[in-house]
């Protein structure tokens, strides 16, 4: 809500901070006990130029915002001198004077901040019980045994005597005044008095008349007043009392006994007493007593009304005009309401309203009968109340004021009276409608007519003396009963009708659906000229020229739960609801009678401005009247409240608050506020405490920021008084912070720091940098390795297909070329045999020849059906050793077994037929030179390697052939190592120590296998 246009539109501000036209009840009283983190036994109260309270209490100096209390115990990096803090003096150089119990003061803030412990010989010992300031800018502080001044060329403080301060008097309070003077009271064994330094004056000069110890303070008109336990009065007018050889004569009642005393910017007095504080609201007539003066009543305010102790230490104005009490127990606030509520001796029940000829209102609601209310500040409940009188009722249910200027009385048991002169009188109902029930609502037309709805009877019309029921004659159901009721300028009657609106006309009641208001359930009804106006469950609507237009508001605002409506000569439009009172200017009213889609600028009266309980209004009653002085009434469940449109309460302050900052956390640990912060390599979160000194409704100040670097646009806090942002990424920013007051006027001054947060050494340019060389390298060896796994594929399958050839060459080698070769010997030898005659030798040797070329042919033979089942080669090396007995056809008697231990692997190509090959040659080997009985074939999958080992119990294998590595002229044993050493592994061929032979194979994992098998 814009409360700056609309303060521009309307309503002017008043001049008073505590209007003396409210009761002391009726000002807004908030408390705060150390159950909400406030100190107890607060002494002293200041404000510093920041708007800042400062409190000075036993349990030691705190700062409050008006939201939160936070305990200073250090300046700077020394600690303060003590805890027990007694006085306190803010400087206009936002410094700020700390006074403490058992003696010391320091100087927090400003140009010159400093300590003087009262171990310095120039400091005066005990308690420092006060500070002032005179006209020639000199500094001054009392303790119990001496005043001393400060000398600002030595920084030392100096004693008074040579001023005319004796040595043997006590100082008691010190005072300055508007001028500059400097007012002393003190004490010296039985006696008391009270010096004056004025202004440009070298010596002090005592008062004709003392006044025992008193509390000083000065008026508005400059007048210098002095309250002591005997009273009040003006100093300058002080008497001696004949009662008492101590007393000087008390402006107020003789009976009345105060001690503190502060003057608020309005005129009003304010006192602490025996039991809490003391207001004379209207001080500026107090008259010395004497025939025919009648001294004014103060208001009392103590514990029973919620001041937080009855030990109240001290008073204090701040800027925005907030009266403060500091006391035993907390700390209490004072501040105008705009709204005025007067109290009355009814129970918590929802009150009617209506207003009679000579001003005053007549209010009632269930509890009992209409009672008369007029505005009395002079009164407790800030109202003259007074009985109606007359017939006695159970009960106010409704109120109508007619044409006529008569008052209607409608009870929670069906009755129906009307105020005449000597109070209430009973107007007899139709004899069928007599006994229980409750009347609703009451309305009137132009005609004379006065309507009537009652439960248990439906809705009548008194007219000329005579009752008629109006549910028959238009066509309505006996037990309906309108909640609302009003006549337009044509003279028609409208009225509710379920979730719509109805109208009376042509002897009928016709239900508006499609055209009606679409505000649900209607509980208001108001005609202004030619605009009907009406109020419901979802919000309000107008009809002009037989439309209906919704109001809607700013930010959604649709003013549902509306049981009030009042619209002002000039325009400007106030509604009353469950959500309290809603002004709208009369330019925005206008702008939208213009344009019904324009959302209307408004401003909300609630709890903080005074508003006690809700409107509970449920129609027929409505919450929201307008008197002949201009002001506006609104009733809830707990009473009535005024408000005066021309003088609303507003904050006095020219502009809205410049924030505050208060302290930065940086990963949680404090750090030291700095226009230039730099936070070190590797922080995380930073956090930034922030406040606005608006004292008056604190709960109404918003707070926007933006860290500049990180937000594009200002960040909408609301009420929150803390920003947090985490992982900040190195670099410079800059944090800004703007405040609201309670108008929603944005400060003009920004609260601002700057803030570099320095890399790591990982988020460094050259790092950066290193790593992108790093990353090249990698890739450049990426892609070396690479090639180079890609080069060792292409050679070992090249390899491969070599070693192929080589064991094809050698298998030939081994059978074909060795048995032809044998046969060409035998058939040259069997020809020469020939030659010679010996033929029987020569078919010898021919019959061999033809014995030695089918041995050949068979074995070549074999060699090749051995090469054609390797063609089918199998995908795991586990099935391909299992097919081993059926490819070698070994004998049934020679057992065979295949041992797999770990998880088996799914094997590369070419390594798993190289490795196959090596397995098939061992066995082979195995049975076709060592007969064994049982041959073994273990596969082991082990972490980083595979191992095959091939065992039998045959024979065995020679010592020369393992010297030699293999037989001579076979090529067995060294093709198996070729085609290891080609997988990247080693094959041992070792005699088993129980007999046999065992071939082992040891394999690199990554080389032969691929992970694990996946079924």
């Known amino acids: 809500m814009l409360l700056g246009l609309l303060i521009s539109e309307g309503a002017v501000p008043a001049a008073h901070a505590l209007s003396p036209d409210r009761a002391l009840t009726q000002l807004r009283h908030d408390r705060w006990t150390p159950d909400d983190g406030a100190p107890a036994q607060i002494f002293s109260i200041a404000q510093t130029t920041d708007g800042l309270l400062w409190l000075g209490s036993r349990q030691g100096l705190y700062r409050f915002d008006g939201v939160r209390f936070e305990r200073i115990t250090r300046m700077g990096d020394d600690p303060l001198i003590e805890e027990d803090v007694l006085s306190l003096l803010a400087e206009p150089d936002g410094s700020l004077w700390v006074g403490y119990f058992n003696g010391g003061m320091s100087r927090l803030g400003g140009p010159h901040p400093g300590q003087y412990a009262y171990q310095r010989d120039d400091v005066p010992l005990g308690s420092v019980m006060g500070f002032a300031r005179d006209a020639g800018k000199r500094l001054w502080a009392i303790t119990p045994v001496s005043l001393v001044w400060l000398d600002p060329a030595s920084d030392t403080w100096k004693t008074a005597q040579p001023m005319g301060f004796d040595a043997g008097w006590r100082p008691e309070r010190i005072f300055a005044d508007r001028q500059g003077g400097i007012w002393v009271a003190y004490s010296e064994n039985e006696a008391f008095g009270i010096v004056h330094l004025a202004p440009g004056a070298s010596r002090f000069q005592p008062t004709p008349t003392p006044v025992q110890i008193p509390f000083f303070d000065q008026a508005a008109d400059g007048t210098l007043w002095a309250a002591d336990y005997w009273g009040v009065r ?65 208001e009392y305010f103590g514990p029973a009304q919620g001041l937080t102790s009855e030990v109240v230490w001290t008073l204090f104005e701040d800027r925005e005009g907030n009266l403060w009490t500091g006391t035993a127990n907390g700390l209490d606030r004072f501040r105008d309401n705009a709204l005025a509520a007067v109290t009355l001796p009814r129970r918590d029940q929802s009150f009617s309203m209506a207003l009679g000829k000579d001003g005053r209102l007549l209010v009632g609601n269930p509890d009992r009968g209409p009672l008369w209310v007029s505005p009395d500040p002079s009164m407790p409940g800030g109202g003259r109340v007074q009985e109606l009188g007359g017939l006695e009722m159970e009960g106010v249910s409704a109120m109508h ?44 037309d132009r005609a004379g007519g006065l309507w009537v709805s009652r439960l248990n009877g439906g809705l009548l019309r008194l007219y000329n003396g005579t009752w008629e029921v109006q549910n028959s004659k238009y066509g309505m159901q006996p037990g309906v009963t309108p909640r609302a009721l009003a006549e337009d300028a044509r003279g028609r009657i409208w009225t509710d009708a379920g979730q719509t609106i109805g109208v009376f006309e042509h002897g009928r009641r016709r239900d508006l659906k499609e055209d009606g208001p679409g505000i649900g359930r209607i509980a208001v009804l108001q005609n202004y000229g030619d605009t009907l106006w009406a109020g419901g469950a979802r919000g309000v609507a107008m009809r002009s020229n037989e439309t209906f237009q919704r109001l809607l508001g700013r930010a959604g605002e649709t003013f549902e739960r509306t049981s009030g409506i009042v619209l002002l000569p000039d325009g400007e439009l106030w509604l009353g609801g469950r959500g309290g009172l809603a002004r709208i200017p009369a330019a925005e009213m206008a702008q939208w009678r213009r344009d019904p889609t324009h959302a209307v600028a408004f401003e909300r009266f609630g709890v903080l401005d005074g508003l006690r309980g809700t409107s509970e209004q449920t129609g027929g009653v409505p919450s929201v009247l307008s008197d002949a002085q201009g002001r506006i009434w609104f009733a809830t469940n707990r009473g009535v409240h005024w408000i005066d449109p021309r003088h609303i309460t507003r904050n006095p302050a020219a502009a809205p608050p410049a924030p505050t900052l208060l302290a930065v956390k940086v990963d949680d640990a404090p750090v030291p506020l700095s226009p230039h912060l730099r936070l070190p390599a590797g922080s995380r979160d930073l956090r930034v405490d922030y406040t606005a000194p608006a004292l008056r409704i604190p709960e109404r100040v918003g707070f926007r920021y933006r860290l500049d670097g990180v937000d594009d646009d200002w960040m909408d806090a609301g009420t929150g008084r803390q920003a947090i942002y985490s992982r900040l990424a190195p670099g410079s920013y800059r944090f800004r912070l703007i405040a609201s007051d309670d108008t929603g006027a944005w400060s003009a001054q920004e609260a601002s720091f700057n803030v570099t947060v320095l890399p790591a050494f990982w988020q460094t340019t050259w790092f950066a940098l290193a790593l992108v060389a790093a990353a090249a390298a990698l890739i450049w060896a990426f892609v070396r390795w690479r090639v180079s796994v890609a080069r060792q594929r292409v050679q070992r399958v090249y390899r491969a297909r070599v070693g192929e050839r080589e064991r ?167 093709g198996m190592r070729e085609r290891a050493a080609l997988c990247g592994g080693t094959l041992l061929v070792q005699p088993r120590p129980d007999g046999g032979t065992r071939v082992r194979l040891r394999l690199p994992r990554w080389r032969v296998t691929r992970g694990s098998d996946p079924g």
């Not at 001696?240 to 502060?262: I, Q, Y």
């Not at 076709?928 to 049982?934: D, Q, V």
């Open 808 to 974: 094809i060459a050698r298998d030939l080698h081994d059978t074909l070329l060795q048995s032809v070769q044998a046969l060409m010997l035998r058939i040259e030898s069997s020809r020469r045999r020939l030659a010679s005659g010996d033929t029987a030798a020569a078919d010898a040797g021919l019959a061999h020849a033809l014995e030695e070329a089918e041995s050949g042919l068979v074995e070549g033979r074999d060699r090749i059906r051995a090469l054609r089942r390797e063609e089918g080669r199998f995908d795991d090396l586990e099935s391909a050793v299992r097919a081993l007995p059926a490819q070698l056809e070994l004998p049934a008697e020679t057992g065979f077994a295949v041992e797999v231990h770990g998880k088996p692997r799914r094997w590369r190509n070419p390594e798993l037929g190289e490795v196959q090959r090596i397995v098939r040659e061992a066995v082979a080997n195995a049975h076709r030179h060592a007969n064994p009985s049982r041959i073994t074939v273990r596969i082991t999958y082990a972490l980083l390697r595979t191992v095959v080992e091939i065992e039998d119990d045959g024979c065995g294998i020679g010592d020369d052939v393992l010297a030699h590595g293999g037989s001579e002229g076979h090529w067995g044993l060294p």
């Open 401 to 444: 004021r007619d044409a006529g200027g008569t008052l209607w009385v409608g009870s929670g048991r069906g009755s129906l009276s009307r105020v005449g002169a000597n109070g209430l009188e009973r107007v007899a109902l139709p004899p069928e409608l007599e006994g229980d029930g409750v009347v609703n609502m009451i309305a009137s």
């Open 234 to 298: 003006p100093l300058a007018r002080a008497e001696r009392d004949r009662r008492h050889d101590r007393a000087t004569v008390s402006w107020l009642d003789p009976a009345f006994k105060g001690a503190g005393l502060r003057f608020d910017r309005d005129g009003g007095m304010w006192l602490s007493t025996a039991g809490g504080i003391a207001r004379v609201r209207d001080a500026h007539a107090l008259r010395a007593p004497g025939g025919g003066v009648v001294a004014p009543q103060p």
